[in-house]
């Protein structure tokens, strides 16, 4: 069985959020320490002081900075590494499920979850009618795509189709337990 995830990649997902956010509060803390500066030195001024126009357009400058690094930062940067950790925790804690289907296709990128993830299409028999049907399983992108061939079958382990473990299985096995003798194949081998 080849797990994709090891307790390492939820460890390192939290800390590189950690340091996301290290540098958004810092950044912060600098804006806010130079805004609260200006602002004392602003109410310092006497009265109708000709320093007051350039403090005002440099607070204003320093806002109009702050707010243009914050939406993409905050916006692309950390939505992206928490969803990513929210993932991982689900795996960790969630339900798994195990299935054996022959890989039909490699579809599109998608994003699932705030997830870039590839999408692999495997053939299932439909359990109601017994028609063919296709379930798409997610592959996560940072993660090298397993090496399926059309047809083949594999042994799929997933939470919530994100694909978390695999094993690709010799087809005679796979057809064996379908007629009823995949007992009798276990107990030779």
Do not use: H
């Amino acid at each position: 069985m080849i797990n994709l995830y090891t307790d390492a990649d939820l460890y390192d997902a939290v800390v590189q959020r950690r340091k996301i956010l290290t540098v958004y509060f810092t950044v912060l803390a600098v804006y806010l320490g130079a805004v609260i500066g200006f602002f004392i030195y602003y109410a310092m001024l006497p009265y109708e002081d000709p320093n007051q126009t350039w403090v005002k357009w440099v607070t204003f400058a320093l806002t109009f900075v702050f707010l243009f690094f914050s939406f993409p930062f905050i916006g692309i940067k950390f939505r992206r590494s928490n969803s990513y950790v929210k993932m991982l925790k689900f795996i960790s804690v969630g339900l798994k499920e195990y299935t054996v289907a022959p890989f039909a296709e490699i579809d599109d990128w998608t994003t699932r979850d705030g997830v870039d993830v590839n999408v692999a299409n495997f053939t299932v028999r439909g359990v109601k009618r017994g028609e063919t049907m296709i379930r798409s399983i997610y592959v996560d992108g940072e993660k090298d795509y397993p090496p399926f061939e059309k047809g083949q079958y594999v042994k799929i382990i997933s939470q919530g189709n994100l694909l978390i473990g695999y094993e690709p299985i010799n087809r005679w096995i796979v057809e064996a337990e379908e007629n009823g003798q995949g007992e009798e194949l276990c107990e030779q081998s």
